[in-house]
């Protein structure tokens, strides 16, 4: 069975908009279960995001926080590197994109397939997550093809 990194934003779009919580809670059980059974995560710096906002998805994460991943030396040498080929990848004067090198550097460590929102950028000046993932060959899909790949049904309430 895969495993998935998520990325900040296939937790805040759906939150906020399709899947939202009281529309569609099925999804966060889903989420929180999939969290359980070590098939769904998310790296320290996507919770750090997440947690920039007082919200409710906040309130949530902490209360699933088994999702959360930590940092390990292997992890963090990934990052470099991620980092050393795609400096591109953050933009550190506005704090854009911090979480980017570290979902991608979880997954290439744990051969696992992003979660993300991002689409490509299609040049090395402004690259984003599905370009590094494309030229590291890592499974890079959004948060429709995961449930698709999960069989994820919704139940009529």
């Known amino acids: 069975m895969p495993l998935y990194c998520f990325d900040t934003n296939v937790f805040i779009e759906p939150w906020n908009k399709y899947y939202r919580p009281d529309l569609v809670p ?6 929180a279960d999939l969290g359980l059974q070590n098939i769904v995560f998310c790296p320290e710096e996507v919770e750090k995001e997440i947690h920039r906002q007082k919200d409710d998805l906040s309130e949530w994460l902490k209360v699933n926080k088994h999702i959360v991943k930590g940092i390990t030396p292997e992890i963090q040498r990934k990052v470099r590197e991620v980092l050393k080929l795609y400096p591109a990848l953050i933009n550190v004067g506005k704090g854009r994109s911090m979480a980017d090198p570290w979902v991608i550097a979880h997954a290439w460590q744990e051969k696992c397939v992003v979660v993300t929102k991002e689409t490509p950028a299609g040049n090395d000046a402004k690259c984003r ?29």
């Not at 099925?26 to 989420?31: G, Q």
């Not at 599905?130 to 919704?154: A, G």
């Open 26 to 31: 099925d999804y966060w059980e889903y989420i």
């Open 129 to 157: 997550i599905p370009d590094v993932c494309k030229h590291l060959r890592i499974d890079c899909v959004d948060d429709f093809e995961f449930v698709r790949r999960e069989k994820i049904k919704f139940q009529k309430m």
